[in-house]
């Protein structure tokens, strides 16, 4: 399961680096290195975040550890790096109101990362392998989803402060 978990992490990481380069050849270097410096401070937090809940890789908890992590949970796993990537854009605001396809980037990322919110469930229904650490992550990722969106949607006036309550919630 550690070394499944790392070769995630891992290919989440080059990702990550591709789309910095190519956000690059668009924006520059240093907006390609803040892009990559917040997304990787995501994807980090999504790591540790799925490797501490490993031993919750099972249905309930009588029963044994599943060898691998199952599809279900690689596309929750997914969803969480859609949302690394798309908090990327955070420390971005000045690119994103001059190139504002990039704020379509980032909306098209996290709305990737809805939809697989909700197909990661059918899919752990339907392959018989719904865990424990599926259903953890899920909650942890969507209170992650629900912080970047707002924070970036509110850097650039489409919604009111007070939508933070919500996204704060699941913190306090």
């Known amino acids: 399961l550690r070394t499944e978990l790392t070769r995630l992490m891992l290919a989440g990481m080059v990702a990550l680096l591709l789309a910095a380069w190519l956000l690059s ?7 390609a290195l803040l892009y990559l410096l917040a997304g990787t401070a ?5 790591w540790q975040q799925s490797h501490s809940r490993l031993a919750l890789n ?3 908890e009588a029963s044994p550890l599943y060898a691998a992590l199952g599809w279900a949970n690689r ?7 859609l949302t690394a990537a798309t908090g990327g854009f955070l420390l971005l605001p ?12 980032a909306a098209a990322l996290y709305s990737l990362a809805a939809i697989l919110d909700r197909a ?16 953890r992550l899920d909650t942890v990722f969507d209170a992650l989803g629900l912080l970047v969106a707002p924070l970036l949607a509110l850097q650039h006036g489409k919604i ?4 933070l309550l919500v996204s704060i919630a699941y913190y306090l």
């Open 75 to 81: 596309m929750t796993i997914s969803r969480g790096w």
């Open 25 to 31: 050849t668009q924006t520059g270097a240093i907006n």
């Open 120 to 135: 990661d469930g059918f899919v752990a229904r339907r392959t018989g392998q719904t865990t424990l650490l599926g259903a």
């Open 94 to 105: 000045d690119v994103l109101d001059s190139q504002p396809w990039l704020l379509w980037a």
């Open 160 to 163: 009111h402060a007070s939508y």
């Open 42 to 46: 995501l994807w980090l937090l999504v």
């Open 58 to 60: 099972r249905g309930d």
